[in-house]
Nanobody, 115 residues
Framework: QVHLVESGGGLVQPGGSLRLSCVSS????????IYWYRQTPGKQREFVAG???????YYADFVKGRFTVSTDNAKNTLYLQMNSLKPEDTAVYYC?????????WGQGTQVTVSS
């Protein structure tokens, strides 16, 4: 079974930056998709950004121009570079892999944006 592990979260001041990583225990191939979601207590989990391997990247409107996704395919790793962070970006960030008709989720990593 595929396991996903996120890392890179932490405490940062407004306007600061963080880079999140998501490592998959298994290989990926063209057509698989890897996404970042986030969730705040009392809120529904929401899509942030992601990509289809061999295809396009996608971004939620509220992060366009601030966040960037990238991959290291040899290491089965997805990155989320977060710049110009705002307090409303505070959430637990989750990695989601969709592969072979299955979905896999990581344990999440906490991002807190506060002065």
């Amino acid at each position: 079974q595929v396991h996903l592990v996120e890392s890179g979260g932490g405490l940062v001041q407004p306007g600061g930056s963080l880079r999140l990583s998501c490592v998959s225990s298994g290989s990926t191939s063209r057509g698989d998709s890897i996404y970042w979601y986030r969730q705040t207590p009392g809120k529904q989990r929401e899509f942030v950004a992601g990509l289809v391997i061999g295809g396009n990247q996608y971004y939620a409107d509220f992060v366009k121009g601030r966040f960037t996704v990238s991959t290291d395919n040899a290491k089965n790793t997805l990155y989320l570079q977060m710049n110009s962070l705002k307090p409303e970006d505070t959430a637990v960030y989750y990695c989601n892999l969709r592969q072979g008709g299955q979905q896999y989720w990581g344990q999440g990593t906490q991002v807190t944006v506060s002065s």
